[in-house]
């Protein structure tokens, strides 16, 4: 079950501040991918804005998929994790990211593209 937004970003706290050990047992792969998968989004928003283009649903979702991916890379080197733990990871992270992305563009505005200039960025990314 992929994570929605609270628990993403919880887990995305967690990592960039280091409240945890290293392959600490309670920061699994799926605490992993949630903070992967945040980020991910955060780093796409960001970009995506930035440019102001519009671009279709499935193309926004494999370049956060990618990014997500290279997240849970990230993570699993700064944090210790073994091989195992990174591919669960990275399945669990395009789950979630694909699943967030549809609870707030696809199901939360009807959106038939992923618009930039149209909608406003996932709650929460302002923090950051």
Do not use: C
Not at 62 to 79: I, P, R, S, W
Not at 100 to 112: C, F, I, K, P
């Amino acid at each position: 079950m992929p994570y929605g937004w609270d628990d993403s970003e919880q887990q995305y706290q967690r990592a960039q501040n280091g409240d945890f050990e290293n392959h600490e047992a309670s920061f699994g792969h799926e605490a992993l991918a949630g903070a992967a998968s945040f980020g991910a989004f955060k780093f796409f928003e960001d970009r995506q804005r930035k440019e102001g283009k519009p671009i279709s649903h499935q193309f926004a979702k494999e370049l956060l998929v990618g990014l997500a991916g290279a997240e849970v890379d990230k993570l699993v080197e700064t944090k210790g994790l073994d091989y195992i733990d990174r591919e669960k990871a990275k399945r669990h992270a395009k789950e979630n990211v694909e699943h967030l992305y549809d609870e707030h563009y696809v199901r939360g505005h009807g959106a038939d593209q992923y618009d930039p200039n149209q909608y406003g960025p996932p709650r929460g990314f302002d923090r950051y």
